[in-house]
């Protein structure tokens, strides 16, 4: 699956949108607005699926010292799926990832956020 395929679609329409929206007639602005509606909740959906798929998945050290990742099945919680999927100036639950010293939250000792690992 190509997770930036949807994005450059997205993108796409974005840019005609803001070059001719103010020649659309308001049905055809309506139209706009139903569509990016839809697609925010299509949106949802993904993530959702992927988050529980995350949540699902944790790594295993094998005997010989190579790691797997095993799918546990749906309603597995791998404990630090939300860390790996928030952006890092997200809040979580009821406590924020806290930058290290140079403002970045994945240098901060106490953070298991890493980089290269938030949703987009």
Same mark, same amino acid.
């Given at each position: 699956? !190509?997770?930036?395929?949807? /994005?450059?679609?997205?993108?796409? &329409?974005?840019a005609?949108?803001?070059e001719? %929206?103010? !020649?659309?007639?308001?049905?055809?602005l309506?139209?706009?607005? !139903?569509?990016?509606?839809?697609?925010? $909740?299509?949106?949802? /959906? &993904?993530? %959702?699926?992927?988050?529980?798929h995350?949540?699902?998945r944790e790594?295993?050290?094998?005997?010989?010292?190579?790691?797997?990742?095993?799918?546990?099945?749906?309603?597995?919680?791998?404990l630090? /799926?939300?860390?790996?999927?928030?952006?890092?100036?997200?809040?979580?639950?009821?406590? &924020?990832?806290?930058?290290?010293?140079d403002? $970045?939250? /994945?240098? $901060?000792?106490?953070?298991?956020r890493?980089?290269?690992?938030?949703?987009?």
């Open positions: 699956m !190509e997770a930036s395929a949807g /994005a450059a679609t997205l993108e796409g &329409r974005y005609a949108l803001c001719g %929206a103010a !020649e659309l007639s308001t049905d055809e309506l139209d706009v607005i !139903e569509l990016a509606q839809r697609e925010k $909740d299509a949106a949802s /959906a &993904r993530q %959702a699926v992927a988050l529980a995350l949540s699902a790594s295993h050290l094998c005997e010989d010292g190579t790691s797997v990742e095993v799918h546990h099945g749906l309603g597995h919680q791998r630090d /799926a939300p860390e790996l999927a928030a952006p890092p100036d997200r809040v979580l639950g009821a406590r &924020r990832l806290s930058p290290g010293p403002g $970045d939250p /994945a240098a $901060d000792p106490h953070s298991r890493r980089r290269g690992h938030g949703l987009r």
